[in-house]
């Protein structure tokens, strides 16, 4: 609303004088005075006030107006002169990358502060930036040093060299809101696994081959769901949570984080809900509830472990029939004849047979339940024959019936045990739970 003119207020009639007596003039003239006053006076000088308080309302209020805009005006501008006392270009050389970075602004006098948040992105492309902490800085030359901790491509897994650079203020976010991760493409263990190379923080590994290293910059964290069954290689670039060889299994989380110098820390959460630590680790449990006539671990084994445990407990058969062990190379179960060999009395007797007998006896009787141990030892030296002790008990038809065994055998074949079979040599295993363990190497 704008400011508007005044209203005019009509002439008052003069007051008549004394004089006018005389004249015959003073009653017309008091009745024009008194006429003008009731009838006009007392409205337009009301009117007159209003529209002085409805200016005045407005001057006021275009004052205040003028003055919060005068001082968004100032702020502004002062805003715009940090601004510009805190962006910059650059054309020196840098790889996208973690860790120091040194560059040269092409603007000196900027007023940029050691321990400042700063980001460096590419001019031509700035999907492509560094952010960190600025760590030395002379207006006087525009010389920056900037320890970065998080970086950007505009290509998943590609880091270009950019020689031009704009270089501001940033902030840290103070993380009081949903962070939503980008899940990356699957990749496959190997020997060296690159994580600097994938498109997100979060996403799976399939495979089985050993891990021995992990390529991740410092500060960065990956976590990973296991999808086939590689061991994680605890070494000098791999600090492995419990400081051992770790037997990763399906379903398995690894959290990685990069310490730096090529070193990586990885913590594991298991999908068993078990606690890590420890010598020994239970792998597989099977507990049959559809009759089977062989019940396979075949590549269960690694070179993780070097003993193993298997644990048998109330395993029955569907016919008079007796359990056995065969050893498997390369995931397949031996049934050469002379692969086995038992030693009775200290003697070692020439492998004839075709497998390990585990049930007591010479059968295990329909419907009574087998239970105990086997060992297996040295199953990752192709030189040297495997030991397996057996140690069962069983309730055969006679009462009390109970058969005992306690024998050592060996696997004979030059060749590094990649699992096991358990088999019934007539009819079917209908029962039972076998539970294997690994024993950790020294």
Known sequence: ?????????????????????????????????????????????????????????????????????????????????????????????????????????????????????????????????????????????????????????????????????TVALTTIHSGTGIINELEFDPVVSAATVNLDGVNGNFGHMTGSVAVTAFTLGQGRRRRIVIDGAPIITNNANIIVQGGKNYQAAPGDALDVVGEGGGVVRVSILRTSGRALGGSVEELMTVTVGTPVANIDFLSLFSSGFDKYTIDFQGIKTSVDSFVSLRAAVAGAADATTGSYTTALGGSVTTGTGNSVPVSPGNVLATGRGMSGTVTIDNVNDATTLSKIDVRTVCQNTATPGWLGRDEMYGYIAASIVSGFRILANTGNIVAGTIRVFGHYNA
């Open 1 to 165: 609303m704008a400011i508007t003119p005044v209203p005019t207020m009509t002439d008052t009639p003069p007051f008549p004088a004394l004089a006018d007596r005389a004249e015959g003039t003073y009653n017309a003239k008091a009745y024009a005075f008194g006429s003008h006053m009731s009838e006009k006076f007392n409205g337009e000088l009301v009117a007159v006030a209003e529209s002085a308080l409805s200016n005045a309302i407005q001057a006021a209020t275009s004052a205040a107006s003028a003055a919060e805009e005068r001082a968004l005006a100032e702020t502004a501008a002062a805003n715009a002169v940090v601004v510009a006392s805190t962006a910059a270009t650059s054309t020196t050389s840098l790889g996208v990358g973690t860790g120091s970075k040194s560059l040269t602004l092409a603007q000196t006098g900027k007023t940029f502060s050691v321990g400042q948040q700063v980001v460096i992105a590419s001019t031509a492309d700035p999907r492509d930036w560094m952010s960190g902490t600025l760590t030395a800085f002379t207006a006087g030359t525009g010389a920056m040093t900037v320890f970065v901790t998080s970086t950007g491509s505009a290509t998943a897994g590609v880091f270009p060299t950019r020689a031009a650079w």
